[in-house]
T-cell receptor
Framework: SQELEQSPQSLIVQEGKNLTINCTSS?????LYWYKQKYGEGLIFLMM?????EEKSHEKITAKLDEKKQQSSLHITASQPSHAGIYLC??????????????FGQGTTLQVKP | KAGVTQTPRYLIKTRGQQVTLSCSPI?????VSWYQQTPGQGLQFLFE???????NKGNFPGRFSGRQFSNSRSEMNVSTLELGDSALYLC????????????????FGPGTRLTVT
């Protein structure tokens, strides 16, 4: 099984709707990272979370970290076509600590219909 | 600040050849990590370099190697290319100094698309 599970795998929403993507770790999280990727391109850094209960926002995107559940959620409010892409969560775990080794989920593909 | 740069952006090689990819991190960043992305396996960690030393290594065969220079620029090399090595190779940079409780934001480059025929 995957160390980092994302759900859903894909999502199609109408423009203006809210949506949530979840990322669950099977190991103790040390840091949780959210990225966005356009197909075949590099990853765009969105947010990093490191403390239980932490919540960060950037424009219409909010990410939260639930340390007890070893889970993070990414919420997009009033989605726009520009939000379309692949959302990836990455994590560092206790064992590797604060080194540069990130384990990634399989990604969530988001389509926003105008 | 300039972002992470990778060269070349696209590469076509034949089986058995070797290839070298380059990554220049963000100025001031000392850690460079390399990842392979394929449709089947997703994003997988290859290795990380910090201050010219390999600090972490993923589960890839010895054909995959890397190095880091004193200016933090990094190269990765793949020898005896196989069809399965076709992938998007991404590098990421971060400050990377080991301090208790410190996590670092990691920034990715645009990637090098390697096609092996």
């Amino acid at each position: 099984s995957q160390e980092l599970e994302q759900s859903p795998q894909s999502l199609i929403v109408q423009e203006g709707k809210n949506l949530t993507i979840n990322c669950t770790s099977s190991k103790t999280l040390y840091g949780l990272y959210w990225y966005k990727q356009k197909y075949g391109e590099g990853l765009i850094f969105l947010m990093m979370l490191q403390k239980g209960g932490e919540e960060k926002s950037h424009e219409k995107i909010t990410a939260k970290l639930d340390e007890k559940k070893q889970q993070s959620s990414l919420h997009i409010t009033a989605s726009q076509p520009s939000h379309a892409g692949i959302y990836l969560c990455g994590a560092t775990h206790r064992r590797t600590g604060n080194t540069g080794k990130l384990i990634f989920g399989q990604g969530t593909t988001l389509q926003v219909k105008p | 600040k300039a972002g992470v740069t990778q060269t070349p952006r696209y590469l076509i090689k034949t089986r058995g050849q070797q290839v070298t990819l380059s990554c220049s991190p963000i100025s001031g960043h000392r850690s460079v990590s390399w990842y392979q992305q394929t449709p089947g396996q997703g994003l997988q960690f290859l290795f990380e370099y910090f201050s010219e030393t390999q600090r972490n290594k993923g589960n890839f065969p010895g054909r995959f190697s890397g190095r880091q220079f004193s200016n933090s620029r990094s190269e990765m090399n793949v020898s005896t290319l196989e069809l399965g090595d076709s992938a998007l190779y991404l590098c990421a940079s971060s400050m990377g100094q080991l301090k208790d409780g410190q996590r670092y934001e990691q920034y990715f480059g645009p990637g090098t698309r390697l096609t092996v025929t």
